[in-house]
Structure formats: structure tokens, C-alpha cells
């Protein structure tokens, strides 16, 4: 009976996101920002969702006062609804109307980065309208295999991959095997990966505003084992015009050793491009993930975590 009750509530979950997915692409604007502002008064607001978390951390990482936090969490939660409302889209918008809203911006970063025949693997993080970049790659004719993390209702995941490759894109999970990613960038193809959520004690230590955070050790380990170059991009909302897809110069592997420094050098590089593009616009970047859940103290036999403690007690000395 239980178990009945259970797969009843997770259809109608995936049935209730399929209708605000295909609301939300005949919507119009400006009730769409009515709907995210109501939904913020009701679950920021009053419930309180994460809101003490995000105050807290706007206030550490971008100086702001306890007030400025306020506005800013509303603002936060406010912007990361109407992104969601856009992507949710994605599962039956056509090509030509999403065509119709992105503008492109270097483009030929990825180009000359897929022209060394190495494969090419794209990191972006939950900023901006993050999913609609693999179905504008796809459509151009980019051969793109998304990584993504399994839902845990099977009826919405099964949802959300219809959603990612209805468009031509490919998807897998994180227990994708290396000998299939490894095949997969020798085949010239571009593997593509988030890169901005808390990896756990297994993690590359990285400076990420003020504090360190746990990032994935895949791309700097994938780029500097099959040399494909890593492209930073992401895509920028603008409601009132067309969102910004912009794709930055790659960060080439045989620039670093190949070792556990020539991995984190890599990691702290593109981390070090989504601080500032967070610093700019920090309203798009999802601060309600525990991004500094883990920290160094919290994994004492992770080679990475080692360095940063001696490094904190280093500057410690110093300041001394």
C-alpha cells in the first residue's frame, strides 16, 4: 500500500511539473514575475527556506550588511525562480523560439578548443539559465553529453531527461564509467559538467570567496589524463532582450603538471572565474546550496585539504 501511495504522489509530481513546464512557456513575462514573487513571499519569507543561510553568507562573502543581505536573499530567490520557470520551458519550447532568445558570444573559444582533436570538456555551475546551454550546443550540431545527478522520484527524472535531450543533447550519470568518458573525449565529443556544488571530503580544495570549497576533481583529472582543453561558459538572462550565452577562452592542460597541484591550479582557475561573475551578478548564482558544507578540517587524510590547512597556518604565522 505504501509503496503504491508512494509511486501515486511521484507521478503526480512529474505530472504537476510537466504542466507548470508547459505554463511557464505560454506564460508571459510579467506574470511570470508575479508567480516568482509570490512564491518568494510564501517560501523565503514566511517559511524561511535557507534564508538564514543565505543572508549569512552574503553578508561573509560580499560584505554586505545585514539588511543589504535581506534584499539581496529575496532578490536571489526571487531570480533563481524566474531562471527555473525559463528552463522548465526547455521540455517543449521549440528549436527555433530558443534559437530566437540566446545571443552568442565566443563561440570561436570552443571552436579552436574542439579543433586540437582531443575532445573538449565544458564547465559551468548553477548560474544563469545553466540547463539551456547544452540544447544550444546540441542544435548547432555540437555533440554534447551532459553529466547529471539521478532524481530521486523516477517519474521526474525520467522527466528531466526527456526535457535534456529532446533537443538532441545526451546525458548521463555520475557513475558514468571512465572507460566510456575517456572514449567518449578521444571521439572528439564534449563532455559537460557543473562544477560549483559541494564534493565532500574527496574534494579539490579551492579558495572560493572567503572561505575554502570543496569542488569535483573530474575535469582537471580528465584534462590533464586525455589533454582536452576545459571552456569555461554561461548564460546570462536578460528577459527583456535576448540571454547572453558567453563561452570563455579554454584553459589548456599542458600549462599545468600533471600532478595533484597542476589539478587544483586548474580548478582554482575557472572557481576564480565564477567568483567574479557571482561578485557581478549575485542574484543568478544559486546561494542556497551549502556550497562550504565541507572544509579542510572535515577531511584530514585528503591530500588537498592538507595543503590548505598548512597554508591557513602559514598565513597565521605570518600575520604574527
Avoid at 51 to 65: F, N, P
Avoid at 257 to 268: M, P
Wanted: aromatic share 10%; proline share 4%.
Amino acid at each position: 500500500m505504501k509503496r503504491h501511495l508512494k509511486n501515486l504522489f511521484h507521478r503526480l509530481q512529474a505530472w504537476l511539473l510537466d504542466l507548470l513546464a508547459h505554463s511557464c512557456n505560454r506564460m508571459s513575462l510579467s506574470r511570470k514575475k508575479h508567480l516568482a514573487g509570490l512564491l518568494t513571499l510564501l517560501v523565503y519569507r514566511f517559511i524561511g527556506l535557507r534564508r538564514r543561510q543565505v543572508i549569512e553568507s552574503l553578508q561573509l562573502h560580499l560584505g554586505m550588511s545585514h539588511r543589504e543581505a535581506e534584499q539581496m536573499g529575496e532578490k536571489v530567490f526571487c531570480h533563481f525562480l524566474l531562471n527555473a520557470f525559463e528552463m522548465a520551458a526547455l521540455a517543449c519550447i521549440s528549436r527555433e523560439d530558443l534559437l530566437n532568445k540566446v545571443e552568442i558570444s565566443g563561440l570561436e573559444h570552443l571552436d579552436n578548443a574542439m579543433a586540437r582533436n582531443h575532445g573538449t570538456i565544458i564547465v559551468s555551475g548553477h548560474f544563469g539559465l545553466w540547463e539551456m546551454m547544452p540544447h544550444w550546443l546540441a542544435i548547432h550540431g555540437y555533440p554534447v553529453c551532459t553529466v547529471v545527478r539521478r532524481q530521486n522520484n523516477p517519474h521526474v527524472d525520467a522527466w528531466m531527461e526527456n526535457m535534456r535531450q529532446r533537443l538532441g543533447g545526451k546525458t548521463t550519470d555520475s557513475g558514468f564509467g571512465i572507460r566510456e568518458i575517456l572514449r567518449s573525449l578521444r571521439q572528439g565529443e564534449i563532455l559537460a559538467l557543473m562544477v560549483d556544488q559541494d564534493n565532500g571530503k574527496q574534494g579539490i580544495f579551492v579558495r572560493f570567496f572567503k572561505r575554502w570549497a570543496s569542488a569535483p576533481t573530474g575535469p582537471a583529472l580528465l584534462s590533464l589524463k586525455t589533454g582536452a582543453p576545459i571552456v569555461p561558459l554561461f548564460m546570462f538572462p536578460d528577459f527583456a532582450g535576448k540571454h547572453l550565452f558567453k563561452i570563455y577562452p579554454a584553459i589548456n592542460p599542458e600549462e599545468y603538471t600533471n600532478d595533484s597541484e597542476g589539478q587544483r591550479q586548474i580548478t582554482a582557475r575557472y572557481t576564480a572565474l565564477l567568483e567574479e561573475l557571482v561578485k557581478k551578478q549575485p542574484y543568478n548564482w544559486f546561494w542556497l546550496h551549502r556550497r562550504w558544507k565541507t572544509q579542510p578540517a572535515d577531511a584530514p587524510a585528503n591530500q588537498w585539504a592538507q595543503s590548505a590547512i598548512k597554508a591557513d597556518s602559514e598565513k597565521a604565522e605570518t600575520a604574527l
